[in-house]
């Protein structure tokens, strides 16, 4: 097979959802139809005591959580499949939304009686932005939810994406029958074997044959809603769906394994193969008509104590990756030979011979690379358009609790910041050490591994959350314009930064120095 041929069959996305919409009993739905794995329930660790692939760090086991994005890799039916795993605790952080960069497509896992929750909201933000697809699974039909068409509304005005409903279920909880399959013209029963599962549908939408399930008060319903929905609702549109305009909408129960292989055969009829991306000089870089060449969305230590190392986890945008092939650096020119290079399987890491564009490859790094980093394999180097930051919300002012340690306090933060772990800010004088994070975790992250890897306890001071915003017209700033409801301090590239209190301060900030060109990042 050529390296193109291996491309095509491609498809690499990330699963978005709130915790306990059934993120992790979908993913090992998936990787069990892929083979991945033998048995549905040795990706969770919690219940099992097994350790999951996204359970590598011990502050992950001690709060049943998962804090980074893990990888995993099957094939099905002709295609190779690449998972990308994002935490869906509260407590999430940049990770998860560099995560978002790294895929072609998005799956967001709904609990059907809670809706759309808070989180989502900026996760999804993140792939419009993109424009990634993103379809949405909506889960735990066999408990009562809210109302299929109440669910659609709300995917629509919260998320103001349009949908369209590939399939409905009929009934729900204890009265849940199956999904009535507008894709494939077919019924799907609840709770019934393989042979008998599925019922045909004639071309006026009704059952073909005689069934039980056509007297029940739930079928009428069904019909009536999908005919509502012929009638009012969107039409499906391939393009759409490709823009990330329309989320094609299934139902499902992950828990009893009822929907996810429809979903998953359905989807990847849509599923977009790797796609291109540009350069910073605005120069797009096709899959496969390319040299190799990747970037790196993530950086992530000790996955494994029994390995004290650094991953640099690289997703591949163009050609093809060999083991012991020479790659440069892009940022330094530094050229080296590639020996080891890992990919991630769902039980174990195994050693990579090879990969292509849509795939993630994890490089062993001793600390040579930073996120947003390019890696290329021909000769000519150049850089991916950079991956976007994120504006945090909460800060923290750190020292080291023992003052002698100070080089290793240095020298741990420079690495975590550099990994992308945490924010780095300094007040202007004094230099203190001021951090940033979209969320709490990577603040309990960030002294968990400061004690454990560079062997320095800090003292964490929270200055609470901040309204952070970066200026155009820097020449400008002035120090009288600080108060202590806006802080003043430089970030890890030496640019200024107010930390204003609430949005009030900021808006009372604009309103009496009206020249200042104030901007936020993502
Ligand atoms: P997450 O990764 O998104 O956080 O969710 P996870 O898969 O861990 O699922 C959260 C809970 O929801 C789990 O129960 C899981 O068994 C349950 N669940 C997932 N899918 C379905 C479904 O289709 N129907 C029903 N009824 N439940 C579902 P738990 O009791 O919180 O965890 P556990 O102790 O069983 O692992």
């Given at each position: 097979m050529t390296t193109i041929d291996e491309i095509q069959k491609r498809r690499t996305f990330a699963i978005i959802s709130?915790?306990?919409?059934?993120k992790t009993t979908m993913t090992e739905k998936l990787l069990y139809f892929g083979g991945a794995?033998?048995?549905?329930?040795?990706?969770?660790?919690?219940?099992?005591g097994k350790f999951a692939?996204?359970?590598?760090?011990e502050i992950e086991k001690q709060r049943g959580i998962s804090v980074t994005s893990s990888v995993m890799q099957f094939d099905y039916r002709g295609n190779r499949i690449n998972i990308l795993d994002t935490p869906?605790?509260?407590?999430?952080?940049e990770d998860t939304y560099r995560t978002l960069?790294?895929?072609?497509s998005a799956v967001m896992i709904v609990d059907a009686a809670k809706?759309?929750?808070?989180q989502t909201l900026k996760l999804f933000k993140v792939c419009r932005m993109r424009g990634i697809p993103i379809f949405t699974f909506i889960n735990k039909l066999d408990r009562q939810g809210k109302e299929p068409l109440e669910l659609m509304e709300e995917i629509e005005e919260v998320l103001e994406i349009e949908s369209y409903a590939m399939n409905w279920p009929?009934?729900?909880?204890?009265?849940?029958?199956?999904i009535y399959d507008r894709y494939n013209n077919r019924i799907e029963q609840f709770r019934t074997e393989e042979q008998d599962r599925f019922l045909e549908i004639d071309e006026e939408g009704n059952l073909v044959q005689d069934h039980p399930?056509?007297?029940t008060s739930y079928y009428q319903q069904a019909l009536e809603d999908i005919q509502l929905l012929s009638e009012a609702g969107n039409d499906f549109d391939v393009e759409r769906v490709k823009k990330g305009e329309l989320t094609p909408v299934f139902f499902g129960s992950a828990l009893t394994n009822f929907g996810v292989q429809t979903f998953l055969e359905t989807y990847l009829d849509f599923a977009p193969k790797p796609q291109p991306r540009m350069t910073a000089d605005g120069e797009i870089v096709d899959p496969a008509t390319n040299e190799f060449a990747g970037f790196i969305f993530k950086i992530q230590a000790n996955?494994?104590?029994?390995h004290r190392d650094r991953i640099a986890f690289v997703r591949i945008v163009s050609g093809e990756f060999n083991r012991g092939m020479n790659i440069t650096l892009a940022r330094t020119g530094k050229s080296f030979k590639v020996t080891s290079s890992t990919q991630f399987l769902a039980d174990d890491r195994e050693t990579v011979e090879s990969a292509v564009a849509g795939d993630i490859i994890g490089l062993y790094d001793v600390g040579n690379y930073q996120i947003g980093d390019t890696v290329v394999g021909g000769k000519k180097a150049f850089e991916f358009e950079k991956l976007p930051q994120f504006t945090p919300e909460l800060f923290m002012k750190v020292t080291a609790k023992?003052?002698?340690k100070s080089k290793h306090f240095h020298k741990g933060i420079l690495q975590l910041v550099q990994e992308g772990a945490i924010q780095y800010y300094k007040t202007l004088h004094t230099e203190d050490v001021i951090l940033g994070a979209v969320g709490q975790l990577q603040f309990e992250v960030f002294e968990h591994r400061m004690k454990n890897e560079y062997n320095v306890e800090v003292r964490m001071e929270p200055i609470g959350s901040k309204v952070a915003r970066w200026i155009?017209?820097?020449?400008?700033?002035?120090?009288?314009?600080?108060s202590p409801r806006s802080m003043l301090v430089r970030d890890r590239y030496d640019r200024y930064v107010f930390l204003f209190e609430n949005d009030f301060a900021m808006r009372w900030f604009q309103d009496k120095y009206e020249h200042m060109k104030l901007y936020n990042l993502l």
């Open positions: 709130h915790p306990d919409a059934g794995i033998r048995d549905a329930g040795t990706v969770k660790g919690k219940k099992t692939t996204s359970d590598w760090m869906g605790h509260q407590d999430f952080s960069m790294a895929v072609d809706g759309i929750e808070a009929i009934g729900m909880g204890k009265e849940f029958l199956g399930m056509k007297a996955m494994n104590p029994a023992n003052v002698m155009e017209n820097e020449e400008d700033v002035k120090e009288s314009m600080t």
